[in-house]
């Protein structure tokens, strides 16, 4: 395997597997809001206002492994 | 004109922009440039002007010029400029409020206000279609590095890009986020507020006179627990300068790739609604660094009582 090749694969193996766990916890965090939300509909602004701070901070994970790929990619 | 015959006529259109857009819309990607570009021929001395710096002038006029156009003849009762911009405000202040609490809302509010407006402002200014077709030519040197490799060609150096696809502006946003929040910090709780980072209380209610060895070893124990949690607490705060930067650079400049290269594969037809998500993700991020902002400012003028409530 030449450099180049190691390249692609590596920052596609980044992305790919820096995504699963974030999408994982986005959806448990999307589902309690969700389940919150119906059995206190009143208090729909305040969830929704933590869950955007709980989805910002899981999906900062993906976003660190989308800066390794682009990082992999264009500047290596 | 029926309902089914409208949805025909525009599948019909989307079938014959797609052809057209293979046909005579297709281009070549032009390499992805994480750094900023320098705008040849715009120089002061040893500042290099780059496009995005360019880009966040014209931002903060944009911001001015509203700003000014919509206070320059108020009414009691708004219209126009002046309504929208008192809607926003307001809005805003509402969830700062709500956030932070009435006592804390009015000092927070200039500094978060003004993130969110700046951020949602350059994050949406990079999607103007078109934006990246004014530029300077510059005769290119082939790169270095492995798949551009092609001799000499002529490229655009964009005078317009985004400052949010700039890592320089996000850490400095950032690094200003976290610097207020251990102003507000000490504002709040005078020196108290460094015990959050250097905590040495257990520490001292085990070396304290007439307390019963067993019981020295168990406070000795939580102090040196105390210690190491005072050290990740200053770790974190390092942590949130990179994960604010982070996020923002990554969801913008992913999101203008993501464009390009799907204006590359299939012109016109696939890139309209990936532009209305992206202008999404650009309200979403905006306002994802102004509650964040407002949650570290929060979280570090309350006083964490459950600390004194222990002992």
Redesign the interface.
Known sequence: MDL?TA?FLAAGLAIGLGAVGPGIGIGILAAGALQAIGRNPDAT??IQ?FM??GI??A??IA??S??VA??L???L | MKKRTKILLILLGAVALLVAGNLYLRFRLP????RAEIIPGLRFGPLQVTNTLLTALVVDLILVAVAVLATRRMRLVPTGLQNFVEWVLETLYH?TE??AGARWAPRFFAIVATIFLYVLVSNWFGLLPGLSAFGVVEEHVAHAS??HAEGAEKLIVPLFRSPSTDLNNNLALAMLSVFMTQVFGVIALGPRYFGKFVNVGGLGAALRPGVSLRRRFSLLAFGAINLAVGVLEAISEVAKVI?FS??L???I??GEVMLLVLASLVPLVLTLPFLGLEVFVGL?QA??FF??TL?FFTMATSAHGHEEAEH
């Open positions: 180049s390249k602004s305040r206002t955007f701070i910002a901070f999906e900062a976003i660190y989308l800066v682009l990082i990619l264009f500047v | 390499p992805v440039m994480i969830l709500s956030v492995g798949h994960s982070f996020r650079f990554g969801n400049f992913a979403i306002f994802i509650i964040l949650a």
